[in-house]
């Protein structure tokens, strides 16, 4: 018997072929869409890719439908990147498709994914690098077509918004081989000018290709280095532009930019008017409380009764002048009495009070006699009594033991 | 305040009002700040009513010169 093969088998055994195949894991094709089916539940989407000869089926998970920057339809020229494998329940080959691009426009659209993934990694579209659009708009610059639609939709709101709003333009071409250098420089003259307070840059709607310009490298970068915050207003049939990324402010249209590049000038005034009047009240409130709170001081009782508080002052101060009396005057006494005990005393201790008893001093020259030996005989001596003095001369002297106390 | 530009000017005045209304000011200091405030909000509104309506095209001149040519739109 020979030797066989299951079903199963014969398809893993395709599948690893085809798998193993580099071409086929990575690959762009270009067909028309047919059938296409998006499963609401499970998020898959199938369909088939076709030409005039030859059809092929393909299946585009949800996990790669949510990067779709279109929505496939019928009859619809693609551009398809995939890979083969088997679906072996049904022994077929499908392609598993990675990304899809319309077709025409397709190759264009390759080129402004690469610049955006680029651009978007050095910076230039970080949320933290915008401008905010200051709240009054005196002066707007604006780059765009001088004969363009769109800046007469611009002239029109600014004006509706803000009567006195000076517009200046900077004409450039917006679509065309030189618009991207155009529009750069002329964002670059406003920059260099610098009396504007904000930047429209834009146009009307167009088509894919027309909006190209809006999508360059020197737009966008133009945009970056702008000092005067810039509102991006191109008209849109596709979901971005890349100077949408990069301005300070997307605007879907230039009508849009205009209504968001100057204040409603009668809401800023009403504003205004607010803050005058919030104001006025907050002082009047104040002075109200300041106003109340002095009521309320003058309230107290040293303010009603003032005669009072006087009163009990000039109590005190009598008790005081009281005590300080009353002390002056216990200090004088006891002093008096202490110099009449002394005052006592001395005249206990006076020679003249012992003079009046009877007794005498007696004197030679100076010095006052003592003792017997004080004195020899012949000389002159003066006797003290106490009321006047006798004169002598000693004629004997004679010693006399006397007993003492 | 010849220095100030319209956002610093009404910033400020945003800030004495919410001063004022936050109360427990003196006198003194509420009235230094209402005059500041009213003085401000007269600024702001001459700001709001500054500019002359113009529309011009800005070109450079070979020059270097910057000219200012009045557009008229019907």
Redesign the interface.
């Known amino acids: 018997m020979n030797e066989y093969l299951s079903v199963s088998q014969l398809n893993n055994y395709i599948n690893r072929l085809l798998i193993g195949d580099p071409v086929l894991q990575d690959f762009w094709v270009k067909g028309e869409i047919s059938g296409f089916k998006h499963y609401q539940q499970s998020g898959h989407a199938y369909f088939t890719l076709k030409d005039e000869n030859a059809a092929v089926s393909c299946v585009m998970f949800k996990s790669r439908i949510r990067f779709l920057k279109f929505k496939p339809e019928d009859g619809m020229e693609v551009l398809l990147r995939g890979s083969i494998a088997i679906y072996a329940k049904q022994g077929k080959y499908q392609i598993y498709t990675q990304e899809m691009q319309p077709y025409g426009i397709g190759g264009l659209f390759l080129y402004l994914e690469q610049l955006k993934a680029r651009l978007e990694s050095e910076g230039y579209f970080a949320p933290e690098k915008k401008k905010p659009i200051?709240?009054?708009v005196?002066?707007v610059?604006v780059v765009t077509s001088?004969d363009g639609a769109a800046f007469?939709d611009i002239?029109k709101v600014l004006?509706q918004r803000?009567?006195?709003?000076?517009?200046?333009?900077?004409?450039s071409s917006v679509q065309g081989i030189e618009a991207p250098l155009e529009l750069a420089a002329a964002i670059e003259?406003?920059n260099?000018?610098g009396a504007v307070d904000v930047i429209i840059v834009g146009r009307g709607g167009g088509s894919f290709e027309d909006l190209m310009a809006f999508n360059s490298e020197e737009v966008v970068k133009a945009i970056y280095n702008s000092k005067i915050p810039v509102i991006s207003a191109v008209g849109h049939e596709v979901d971005f532009s890349l100077a949408d990324l990069v301005a300070d402010l997307r605007a879907a249209t230039p009508t849009q930019a205009a209504q968001l590049a100057v204040p409603d000038?009668i809401a800023?005034?009403d504003y205004?008017n607010n803050?005058?009047e919030?104001?006025l009240r907050?002082?009047k409130?104040?002075?109200q409380?300041?106003s109340e709170s002095l009521d309320r001081t003058m309230m107290r009782r040293v303010w009603r009764e003032p005669m009072v508080i006087w009163e009990n002052k000039r109590e005190k101060l009598k008790n005081l002048q009281k005590e300080l009396l009353d002390e002056a005057t216990r200090k004088i006494e006891s002093k008096e009495h202490q110099f009449k005990v002394a005052i006592a005393s001395l005249d206990k201790l006076s020679p003249l009070k012992v003079l009046s008893r009877g007794y005498a001093v007696v004197h030679k020259g100076d010095q006052i006699v003592k003792m017997v030996e004080d004195v020899e005989l012949g000389d002159k001596i003066q006797i003290d009594l106490t009321d006047g003095a006798i004169k002598a001369t000693v004629e004997d002297r004679e010693r006399v033991n006397r007993w003492r106390i | 305040m010849e220095n100030l530009n319209f956002e610093e000017a009404l910033k400020m005045l945003e800030e004495i009002v919410e001063k004022l209304e936050s109360g427990g000011l003196g006198l003194e200091e509420s009235i230094r700040l209402f005059e500041q405030g009213v003085e401000l909000s007269l600024y702001c509104q001459q700001q709001l009513h500054q500019a002359e309506g113009r529309i011009m095209r800005l070109v450079k001149k070979l020059n270097g010169e910057f000219e200012l040519v009045d557009l008229e739109l019907e």
Do not use: D, S
Not at chain 1, 163 to 171: A, D, F, M, N, R
């Open positions: 200051p709240p009054l005196n002066r610059g001088q007469r002239v004006k803000h009567q006195g709003v000076e517009l200046v333009l900077v004409h003259l406003l260099e000018y000038l800023l005034q205004i803050l005058q919030r104001m907050a002082v409130n104040n002075f409380q300041n």
